[in-house]
């Protein structure tokens, strides 16, 4: 059982490059997410899904896409990279009933020269 | 919108003290769960404890509680007997009863732990 699993761990990017950040889980969660962390704002939500085919916006959307094909993964897509999207991201999941504490990954850290 | 502050952005006690971090959060929600996640060195985000808002009884776990105050709406963590381990970043988080899961986490405490 490995949890949440997160890819790649480091990247680097320039500025206008695209990538997709990977997150999977096998635990059968129906609640995945994306947060950002960036130094003094904690984690922020950026999108989220509560089953596969289901995806809506968190705090800070902008500049990345999200699909939910599977129940298994929730990749993030960033078209055209920023430097204000340097950050830390992390995937979570959970169980949607009973308000259950959500598992992370082990987070990717994004650079955008 | 709920939100959750942590005034305190760092802290440091010495070994097998005793520390409380303290939270506060705004909701005009009546249900809704509180949680205190441990992001130590290594990045991952560990869950610490849990609080139902209907429960009155503070929920403890090992070394770690909380103060749960809904009237104040205040939520602090207290650890016993500290230990090298826990030296950590301590983020408190809200999670409202609307079945959405959408978790709201305060800017964290970097807590350092001294030998």
């Known amino acids: 059982n490995a949890g949440v699993t997160q890819t790649p761990k480091f990247q680097v990017l320039k500025t206008g490059q695209s990538m997709t950040l990977q997150c999977a889980q096998d635990m059968n969660h129906e609640y995945m997410s994306w947060y950002r962390q960036d130094p003094g704002m904690g984690l922020r939500l950026i999108h989220y899904?509560?089953?596969?085919?289901?995806?809506d916006q968190g705090e800070v959307p902008n500049g990345y896409n999200v699909s939910r094909s599977t129940t298994e993964d929730f990749p993030l897509r960033l078209l055209s990279a920023a430097p204000s999207q340097t950050s830390v991201y992390f995937c979570?999941?959970?169980?949607?009933?009973?308000?259950?504490?959500?598992?992370f990954g082990d987070g990717t850290r994004l650079s955008i020269l | 919108a709920q939100t959750v502050t942590q005034s305190q952005p760092e802290m440091s006690v010495q070994e097998a003290e005793t520390v409380t971090l303290s939270c506060t959060y705004d909701t005009s929600e009546n249900n809704y769960y509180l949680f205190w996640y441990k992001q130590p060195p290594s990045r991952q985000m560990i869950l610490v404890i849990r609080q139902e808002a209907y429960k009155q009884q503070n929920a403890t776990e090992n070394r770690f509680s909380v103060n749960f105050q809904k009237a104040a709406k205040s939520f602090s963590l207290k650890i016993s007997d500290s230990q090298l381990g826990d030296t950590a970043m301590y983020f408190c988080a809200f999670l409202p009863n609307f079945g959405n899961e959408k978790l709201t986490f305060g800017t964290g405490t970097r807590l350092t732990i001294i030998p």
């Open positions: 979570a999941s959970s169980v949607l009933q009973g308000h259950q504490p959500q598992h």
């Open positions: 899904s509560v089953g596969a085919g289901i995806t």
